[in-house]
């Protein structure tokens, strides 16, 4: 028996894990810096908007996540001491749908699928995610948002309001395992809840947290880690080919 046939679901963050938000991210706001004369490069960028996305979300929870970006952008802006217009605040909302899949998202997903349901838990409202599911290729069990919890991950409501819907899909929770990249918005919350979490360590091959602040505690321990989705699937569900 295999070290992940004891659970029949998998529940994954979406944005950083299966959507590369980080290229999304920065495809909006590189051109945008240069627009405005901030000579900031991709890296920082995207640390600045980790740090202002998550302060809009703790003080604006119910706030749909179009809303989210528009803000953080309008903060990023009086970061650098320019101004971000209302079009451009309404086009960053607006590109979640325009930031690409991992390369390997669709595959991995469609091997797992064969094995366990699969299930969402994001940071997003349900418009925006409906966009981003069409470049994953395949049918989620359960979609559970951040519009439908009324907050934002690490919030304490997120993973229980993801305990209280498994019965829909007939799982219970010690058949859950999460899966994400984030180690501040899910595994810090999901081990505070006794769920048991595999670390998709994305950035790997980098330095730093990227598009996510760092974990609220310190330390954090993953029960495992892998660097691709494609390695986890080749350990959970059989390797490919």
Aim: charged letters at 20%; hydrophobic letters at 40%; a negative charge.
């Amino acid at each position: 028996m295999g070290e992940f046939d004891r659970f029949r679901a998998l529940s994954f963050d979406c944005y950083g894990t299966l959507i590369d938000w980080e290229t999304g991210i920065a495809a909006e706001l590189v051109p945008w810096a240069g627009e405005h004369g901030i000579g900031a490069d991709r890296d920082e960028l995207i640390e600045v908007f980790a740090r202002y996305e998550s302060g809009v979300q703790t003080e604006q929870p119910a706030l749909r996540y179009p809303s989210v970006l528009g803000a953080t952008l309008e903060r990023i802006a009086e970061h650098y001491g320019v101004s971000a217009t209302a079009d451009e605040q309404e086009s960053f909302g607006a590109s979640v749908g325009r930031w690409p899949a991992f390369a390997d998202s669709p595959e991995a997903l469609a091997r797992l699928k064969q094995k366990f349901r699969l299930i969402i838990l994001s940071n997003v409202d349900r418009a925006s995610f409906a966009e981003s599911s069409a470049r994953l290729g395949v049918r989620f069990d359960l979609v559970v948002t951040a519009e439908d919890v009324g907050a934002y991950k690490p919030s304490a409501r997120s993973f229980p309001a993801l305990l209280d819907a498994l019965p829909s899909v007939g799982v219970e929770r010690d058949e859950l395992l999460h899966v994400a990249q984030s180690l501040y918005h899910d595994h810090e919350p999901a081990q505070a809840v006794g769920l048991p979490t595999v670390w998709i360590d994305r950035r790997h091959d980098r330095a730093g947290f990227g598009a996510t602040p760092p974990p609220q505690g310190g330390t954090v321990t993953p029960g495992w880690t892998f660097p691709t989705l494609a390695a986890f699937a080749d350990a959970a569900a059989g390797q490919s080919g």
